[in-house]
């Protein structure tokens, strides 16, 4: 049994990883520190960087603003949204009625649907989207 020779932790005879710091054990830790951190290549230097990209990052990102009514690649559009939206109320009316008119047997579904359903679609319906400023 030897201690960690980074963080001084006692560790088990067969450990090949400290427990405390993880570094290897039997490696000294500037050994260690240039084992976890590999190299990095070079900005740009890459293939996954394609030139459109290159200029685009060189240019800086885009302004862009939020927007609750705009289509955006994750968003609906206004249309969208308030299709979205009356396809979650309408159901809830009508398991409210249908709550209404058995008398409570059905009070789970609109329970259900207006304090989880409905606020769930509602707020992913009406997410603030990001479009570029123009
Ligand atoms: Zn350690």
Redesign the pocket.
């Known amino acids: 049994m030897e201690p ?6 006692a ?1 088990a005879a067969e450990a090949q990883w ?6 290897v054990v039997g490696v000294p830790p500037t050994q260690v520190a240039a084992v976890a951190a590999p190299p990095i290549a070079p900005f740009g230097g890459g293939s996954i960087m394609s030139p459109a990209r290159t200029a685009a990052a060189a240019a800086g990102p885009a302004p862009m603003v939020k927007t609750r009514w705009k289509k955006t690649a994750t968003t609906f559009g206004p249309l969208g949204r308030i299709a979205c939206t009356v396809a979650l109320v309408v159901p809830f009316i009508v398991f409210v009625l249908l709550g209404v008119f058995t008398g409570g047997l059905v009070l789970a579904a609109p329970v259900i649907w207006g304090f989880v359903i409905m606020p769930w679609g509602l707020r992913d319906t009406w997410r603030a989207g990001s479009v570029p400023a123009s």
């Not at 960690?4 to 932790?9: D, V």
């Not at 400290?18 to 570094?23: E, H, L, M, V, W």
């Open positions: 960690c020779t980074s963080c001084g932790a560790l400290c427990g405390q710091c993880y570094a």
